[in-house]
T-cell receptor, first 111, second 115 residues
Framework: KQEVTQIPAALSVPEGENLVLNCSFT??????LQWFRQDPGKGLTSLLLIQSSQREQTSGRLNASLDKSSGRSTLYIAASQPGDSATYLC??????????FGKGTMLLVSP | DTGVSQNPRHKITKRGQNVTFRCDPI?????LYWYRQTLGQGPEFLTYFQNEAQLEKSRLLSDRFSAERPKGSFSTLEIQRTEQGDSAMYLCASSLLRATQETQYFGPGTRLLVL
């Protein structure tokens, strides 16, 4: 059974800092890995999807990497802004189309 | 088309009552998923449809839960005889399965409170 862990559970940084969120998964036989953002009381917004054959994906200030062999993914956020404050979730797709989520990292970026 | 929509956004009910939620996926998306999220946790998979066929159900989906997707368009999730433990955010997602690419797009969720 796939298990996904995210570290840290919460992170507080001043505006402008670069930061890294970590995600690990127990079953390396994944189809893809997806990063989401969730604002309080809201649904999820897809940020990046990395296929199992890819090493990284970039979108604006976000860069996600994937190392299947070690069961790890990271989400790098450059030049953080207060608007980046949210919970970030990673989810592994183990090939059966259902996603297994971590508990998320709650990010607070202070002005 | 603006994305996945869910109704109602909030539902308060008394224990023992039945509730039904609706999800309208992005048009042309052939897959539709239901997840449940409790406070401080990530979403947990409940069930999914490909077109009108329900292909997988989680063990979390007790016999009090039933989901349908008639005609492969919108979907409904019904919970019978609600219990306080059913209080959660119910999220719907849709996707278009295309070779190896499948990004799930989520709706805003329906927050259920069972008193």
């Amino acid at each position: 059974k796939q298990e996904v862990t995210q570290i840290p559970a919460a992170l507080s940084v001043p505006e402008g800092e670069n930061l890294v969120l970590n995600c690990s998964f127990t079953d390396s036989a994944i189809y893809n890995l997806q990063w989401f953002r969730q604002d309080p009381g809201k649904g999820l917004t897809s940020l990046l999807l990395i296929q199992s054959s890819q090493r990284e994906q970039t979108s604006g200030r976000l860069n996600a990497s994937l190392d299947k062999s070690s069961g790890r993914s990271t989400l790098y956020i450059a030049a953080s802004q207060p608007g980046d404050s949210a919970t970030y979730l990673c989810a592994a797709n183990s090939g059966y189309s259902t996603l297994t989520f971590g508990k998320g990292t709650m990010l607070l970026v202070s002005p | 088309d603006t994305g996945v929509s869910q109704n109602p956004r909030h539902k308060i009910t008394k224990r023992g009552q039945n509730v039904t939620f609706r999800c309208d996926p992005i048009s042309e998306h052939n897959r539709l998923y239901w997840y449940r999220q409790t406070l401080g946790q990530g979403p947990e998979f409940l069930t999914y449809f490909q077109n009108e066929a329900q292909l997988e159900k989680s063990r979390l989906l007790s016999d009090r839960f039933s989901a349908e997707r008639p005609k492969g368009s919108f979907s409904t999730l019904e919970i019978q005889r609600t219990e306080q433990g059913d209080s959660a955010m119910y999220l719907c997602a849709s996707s278009l399965l295309r070779a190896t690419q499948e990004t799930q797009y989520f709706g805003p969720g329906t927050r259920l409170l069972v008193l």
